[in-house]
C-alpha cells in the first residue's frame, strides 16, 4: 500500500460537531483541529488512517518521545513504554477509547491530565481527515506540561498529515 506525496495545506479549524470531542470536556486545556483534504484514492477508514499515522514516526519525533520520557518519569507521569505496556487494544502508545465508522478516538489518562486524539473523516464533497486533539488538566502539572508540548503537538500533526496518505 503505497504512500502519495500531497501538496494539500493543512486547515486549522474548531472540532466538527459530529466529532466524539467536541464536548468530552466541558472546558478542556486542549482543544485543537486539522483538516487536510484525503487524495481521491485514499482510503476513508479511520482506523486504517490512525495506525498508518502513528506508525511512521520521523526521525526527530521519535528522538521527542525519548527525551519527554526522561523529563516527565521523575514527575511519576506514565512514560511511553508504560503506556505500551499497559494493555487494552492499542494504536501505538495509545488506548482505543471508540471505533466508529467515521471517527476513532485514542488516548490516555494519568495523574496530570486525561488526553484524547479524534481521527474523523468528514465527507461533505470531498471527504478530509480532520485530527482532534483535547486534554483536560488535573493539576498544575498538567497545565505546565500542556504549555510546554502544545507546540510540538501542532508540529507533529502538521508534519503527519502534510506528506503522508494512505491507500487502498
Not at 490512525?50 to 528522538?63: E, I, K, V
Not at 520520557?69 to 512514560?79: H, N, R, S
Amino acid at each position: 500500500m503505497p504512500l502519495q506525496e500531497s501538496n494539500s495545506t493543512i486547515t486549522p479549524l474548531a472540532i466538527p460537531n459530529e466529532s466524539r470531542l467536541r464536548h468530552l470536556y466541558e472546558k478542556p486545556d486542549l482543544a485543537d483541529a486539522y483538516a487536510i483534504r484525503l487524495p481521491n484514492n485514499a482510503t476513508t477508514d479511520p482506523e486504517t488512517i490512525a495506525r498508518f499515522l502513528l506508525s511512521h514516526r520521523s526521525p526527530w519525533f521519535s528522538l521527542l518521545i525519548q527525551l519527554r520520557d526522561a523529563l516527565v518519569a521523575p514527575f511519576g507521569i506514565k512514560t511511553s513504554g508504560q503506556f505500551q505496556c499497559s494493555g487494552g487494544d492499542r494504536i501505538g502508545v495509545f488506548k482505543i477509547y471508540e471505533k466508529g465508522a467515521y471517527e476513532i478516538v485514542l488516548g490516555e489518562d494519568d495523574i496530570h491530565l486525561d488526553f484524547r486524539l479524534s481521527v474523523f473523516i468528514q465527507r461533505k464533497i470531498d471527504p478530509y481527515v480532520i485530527l482532534s486533539t483535547v486534554a483536560q488538566c488535573h493539576n498544575l502539572l498538567g497545565r505546565i506540561y500542556i504549555k510546554l508540548i502544545t507546540p510540538f503537538i501542532t508540529k507533529a500533526k502538521a508534519k503527519i498529515t502534510e506528506k503522508r496518505h494512505y491507500r487502498h
